[in-house]
Structure formats: structure tokens, C-alpha cells
């Protein structure tokens, strides 16, 4: 291939983001459970839409955004290995649940419509991290506020520190603009966010298209995404729509959490002792921070819960750890029981 062809065919493929190493990648746009949708670079340098059977022996199932190969059959045979990895929990001793691949940017979207939810804010973050792509946090929904989302991008600045804020409103078009340099040519991002913050309406915003969007009704609105699908941008880049977030339990690594609370792990730093839990420790730099008002009382309670969670989590997906706390939990029992006869 030279010449045009060729020239033609490698911007088909930066358009579908990084493409491994190799010949004969195609992208999944979308899974249906047996059967994917992809596209895939041609010789004449546009990109070919192709239904495939996914391959009973496949070891890994594909989700939006996996890079797969074709066999001659048709059907899906391989998976190229993730760079990135968004996920969530799943059900109980289900571990995670893979919800896109190979992504260079998390848009963690939040609604101000009834003000800044900063649990959601910590907890979004701490999955945009977990990912190993960048976090960008999108406060929607901005015309609903006095100043167009000014103070709330300033809290939630502090609660996720090192990650973008931009305040954006579908109805004025504010912050579109401050957006659209995290969608670039060959960048795949990924909308994260909760039903009904507005996340199909940002897609439709920034690229005037016409997603379905449900009416707003009692319970405000709700956007109608039901499966994880990649669009191609207008701008070059690829995003990702997935469906709404209901649950915020965490299913992340204790850096990710770290990565958001940086002023508490600042502050651990000066604790006496290395693997000080803030929770009553003698000589605690954290809890001493939140007598004195430098550390919010919240922010201390929301890492002691995600930390929580994170360890139980582990447990529950490790038999011989929740053997293990099983037998502390019955030796304490009859220890109290036996206390109580006194």
C-alpha cells in the first residue's frame, strides 16, 4: 500500500485511537453477548463496519474499545492485551466488571442540578484513576447555578486534586469549547457518570447528533443508554457512552483512593507511625488535622469508608482472607460472651 492508500489508511486508523502493533486490528464499537460490531481500517483507507460471532474458546469478553482480531471465519479470536481498564463492582464475588477498554481520558461527569454531590465527586474520581487513564471532571448542568458553576468547580477542584474541572451547560453551550482539547485526534475518552447527568445530551451537544434522550419526567431526565458504544468525533477522536452509573461502591486499588486524597496522604506522611489507620491511633497527623479544621471531618469519614470498602472487597474475593476474619469475628464473640457471664 503507498502513496494516497496509504496515507488515507493511517488516518482511518488514528481515528479509531493507539492500534496495537501489526496488521489486521479492528476496533468493538459495540458488544451485543455472542455477537460484536467493529470497525476496521481498509486498504482504501476508510473504516469498514463488520458484525462478528464472538469465538466460544475466547478467554476474554470483549467490551467497547477492546481491539480484537478477525479470523478467517469471521469471527472474534483474539483480544489484544488492555492498556486501560475502566471498571466497577460487580456483583458480590463477582469481582470487577470491565466496562471499557484501552481509554486515554475519563470524563467523570456530575450534574449540579441540586447542587454539587461531592461523595460522587470522590468516588467517580477514585474509579477515573483506578482506570490508569486521565480523569476529567465534567460539572453539568451549569445554567442551573447562580454563576454558571464557578464555586462548585472551585470545590470540586479540591476534592479530586490534579484533575481538570470545566463547568459545561448543554443549553448555553458554556465550557463546550474548554472540552474539546480532551477529545482530540487519536484520544479515546469515555463518559462516566450517574443516570441522568447528562451525558448523552454532552455528546449530542458536541457533535450535533441526536442520541435518544428520555423526557424529563418526575424523577428529572434520564438519558436512554443501555449498552456501552463508541462513536467516532468529528474532532478525531473516539468516545465511549456507557450506561449510568447506579452504584458508587468502589472497585479500585488503594493508589487510586490515594491518587484523590492527596492532602490526607500528605498529612500521613507526619503520623508516627508507617501504617497509622487514622482511626484512633496515637500520635495521627490526619486526625489531628481534623481537630484543628485543616482536614475536613468529611473527607476523613469518606476515606475511611472507601478504605473499608476496598478491604472487604478483597475478602469477599479471597476465601482463605475471609476464613481468616471469620475466625477473628467468632474469637471475639465468645470472648464477649464470656465477659457477659462475669
Not at 86 to 93: D, I, Q, W
Not at 323 to 333: E, G, I, L, P
Request: hydrophobic letters at 40%; charged letters at 20%.
Amino acid at each position: 500500500m503507498t502513496g494516497t492508500a496509504a496515507t488515507a489508511s493511517a488516518t482511518a486508523e488514528t481515528r479509531l485511537g493507539h492500534m496495537p502493533a501489526g496488521t489486521g486490528w479492528a476496533r468493538v464499537v459495540v458488544h451485543h453477548g455472542t455477537v460484536c460490531d467493529v470497525l476496521r481500517p481498509a486498504d482504501d483507507g476508510t473504516l469498514k463496519a463488520h458484525t462478528a460471532a464472538v469465538a466460544p474458546a475466547l478467554p476474554v469478553t470483549p467490551v467497547a474499545g477492546d481491539w480484537i482480531r478477525l479470523g478467517d471465519d469471521g469471527r472474534v479470536h483474539a483480544v489484544a492485551p488492555r492498556r486501560t481498564v475502566l471498571g466497577r463492582a460487580g456483583a458480590a464475588g463477582h469481582g470487577r466488571q470491565v466496562l471499557a477498554a484501552n481509554i486515554d481520558t475519563v470524563l467523570v461527569v456530575v450534574p449540579l442540578a441540586g447542587g454539587l454531590n461531592t461523595t460522587m465527586v470522590e468516588r467517580l474520581s477514585v474509579m477515573a484513576w483506578d482506570s490508569g487513564a486521565q480523569p476529567v471532571l465534567v460539572l453539568t448542568k451549569s445554567d442551573t447555578t447562580d454563576d454558571a458553576g464557578t464555586e462548585d468547580a472551585t470545590t470540586a477542584a479540591a476534592l479530586s486534586p490534579g484533575v481538570p474541572v470545566i463547568p459545561v451547560s448543554v443549553l448555553t453551550k458554556d465550557g463546550l469549547d474548554a472540552l474539546c482539547p480532551h477529545l482530540g485526534p487519536g484520544t479515546t475518552a469515555v463518559l462516566l457518570g450517574p443516570s441522568g447527568a447528562g451525558k448523552t445530551s454532552l455528546l449530542n451537544a458536541l457533535e450535533g447528533t441526536a442520541e435518544a434522550v428520555a423526557a424529563p419526567g418526575r424523577a428529572g431526565g434520564r438519558h436512554t443508554t443501555t449498552t456501552r458504544r463508541l462513536h467516532l468525533l468529528s474532532s478525531g477522536g473516539v468516545l465511549l457512552d456507557i450506561p449510568g452509573i447506579r452504584s458508587l461502591e468502589v472497585a479500585a486499588g488503594r493508589e487510586a483512593v490515594d491518587d484523590v486524597f492527596t492532602d490526607l496522604a500528605a498529612l500521613a506522611a507526619h503520623c508516627r507511625y508507617a501504617d497509622c489507620s487514622h482511626d484512633g491511633d496515637s500520635g495521627c497527623a490526619v486526625e489531628e488535622a481534623v481537630r484543628t479544621g485543616t482536614l475536613p471531618t468529611t473527607r476523613l469519614a469518606t476515606w475511611r469508608k472507601l478504605q473499608g470498602e476496598i478491604a472487604h472487597r478483597r475478602r469477599r474475593e479471597n476465601p482463605a482472607e475471609m476464613a481468616d476474619m471469620r475466625r477473628q469475628w467468632k474469637a471475639v464473640s465468645k470472648q464477649a460472651r464470656r465477659n457477659g457471664r462475669r
